[in-house]
C-alpha cells in the first residue's frame, strides 16, 4: 500500500501556506463552475485566488515524480511505513539497501535527502 510521501506532502503545504489564498467571491466560484462545465481552462489563475496554489502544487507533483518516480512513499523507499516490521527494517537499514533512481544530479540518489526535498520545494514557493 503506498502512502503519499510526506516531504512531497511537506512541499504541498509549504506551497499552499506561501501563496495560498481563499477565494471568498461566490461570483468567482460561479464562474469558475461555469468554465468547468462548457470546458474551459478552469486553472487559469486568473479565475480564482486558489488556481496559483494549485498549479504551483501540480508543478511540483510533475517534478517530483519525474525525479523520484512516484509521490508515493513505497514506491521511494521500497518500504512499508504502515509496518512495523518495514519501519523497523528501514530505520535499521536507514534505507541503503534500496537507491532511488533519480534523472538528475549524480544520477542516484541513496535513501531520504531531506535537505534536498526542502530545496526543492523551495523553488516552487517562490
Known amino acids: 500500500m503506498g502512502r ?3 516531504a512531497f506532502t511537506a512541499g504541498v503545504m509549504a506551497i499552499g501556506l506561501r501563496t495560498g489564498e481563499i477565494e471568498d467571491s461566490p461570483l468567482r466560484v460561479i464562474r469558475l463552475l461555469a468554465i468547468m462545465t ?3 481552462n478552469a486553472f487559469d489563475e486568473k479565475i480564482n485566488k486558489f488556481n496559483r496554489s494549485m498549479n504551483r502544487g501540480n508543478a511540483l507533483s510533475r517534478w517530483f515524480t519525474e525525479e523520484f518516480g512516484s509521490t ?3 514506491a521511494i ?5 504502515s509496518d512495523v516490521k518495514g519501519v523497523n527494517s ?3 537499514d536507514r534505507g541503503r539497501p534500496h537507491e532511488v533512481q533519480a534523472n538528475r544530479g549524480e ?3 541513496k535513501g531520504p535527502d531531506y535537505d ?3 530545496r526543492a520545494a523551495a523553488l516552487f514557493i517562490s
Open 4 to 6: 503519499t510521501c510526506s
Open 38 to 40: 462548457v470546458g474551459g
Open 72 to 74: 508515493q512513499c513505497q
Open 77 to 81: 523507499t521500497h518500504c512499508d511505513f
Open 90 to 92: 528501514y530505520n535499521r
Open 107 to 109: 544520477g542516484r540518489r
Open 116 to 118: 534536498f526535498y526542502i
